[in-house]
């Protein structure tokens, strides 16, 4: 399988602490991306990070990327609530997109 | 602007029956795809089309058709259905951009294979 790696799988956070979840693959990229899924709903894009950039904000939301370890982070600062969702990485262009088997975050209030 | 959209929500299939899943965007996006999403595995790409009239397979192809005749639409057909299709499709739509593009998702198709 060419899917990425990501950890932890599962994640569960108090509101207010921060949350990190990490990702790995293994070919070269020239952009990764990290989306979120609330339960049963289809996926929705976060942040793009291409492959000359080693970190990007949005928001609470910090993304790193490390070309020479293949791997990438995504940061969530002070979490709520409502961050409660499963995270995945994604790779690859022109609609052949290769995901992670995602970090499932829960944040309890 | 509905976005992409997929029917039906939820269906249930006898082994060896067909059908087709309906994905429809209005974006006028070049790049669309189909993935199935099973419990700790992620979304894996199922076919996908960089335009209308070209398709290429994904990493799990087999037991699936596509065809891209329009810009908007790309329906995923299942000619014989079996037990292992049984999974949540999702379809996701996309254009070029310089630096990456960023896919947009339909809500799903839970699909139930008895």
């Known amino acids: 399988s060419q899917q990425g790696e990501e950890d932890p799988q599962a994640l569960s956070i108090q509101e207010g602490e921060n949350a990190t979840m990490n990702c790995s693959y293994k070919t070269s990229i020239n952009n990764l991306q990290w989306y979120r899924q609330n339960s049963g709903r289809g996926l929705v894009h976060l942040i793009l990070?291409?492959?000359?950039?080693r970190e990007k904000h949005s928001g609470r939301l910090r993304v790193t990327l490390d070309t020479s370890k293949k791997s990438s982070s995504l940061l969530i600062t002070a979490s709520r609530a409502a961050d409660t969702a499963s995270y995945f990485c994604a790779r690859g262009s022109q609609g052949n997109l290769i995901f992670g088997k995602g970090t499932k975050l829960s944040v309890k209030p | 602007n509905a976005g992409v959209t997929q029917t039906p929500k939820f269906q249930v299939l006898k082994t060896g029956q067909s059908m087709t899943l309906q994905c429809a965007q209005d974006m006028n996006h070049e790049y669309m795809s189909w993935y199935r999403q099973d419990p700790g595995m992620g979304l894996r790409l199922i076919h996908y089309s960089v335009g209308a009239g070209i398709t290429d397979q994904g990493e799990v192809p087999n037991g699936y058709n596509v065809s891209r005749s329009t810009t908007e639409d790309f329906p995923l057909r299942l000619l014989s259905a079996a037990p292992s299709q049984t999974s949540v499709y999702f379809c996701?739509?996309?254009?070029?951009?310089?630096?990456?593009?960023?896919?947009?998702f339909g809500p799903g198709t839970r699909l139930l294979v008895l």
């Open positions: 990070i291409r492959s000359n950039e």
């Open positions: 996701a739509s996309s254009y070029s951009s310089v630096g990456g593009e960023t896919q947009y």
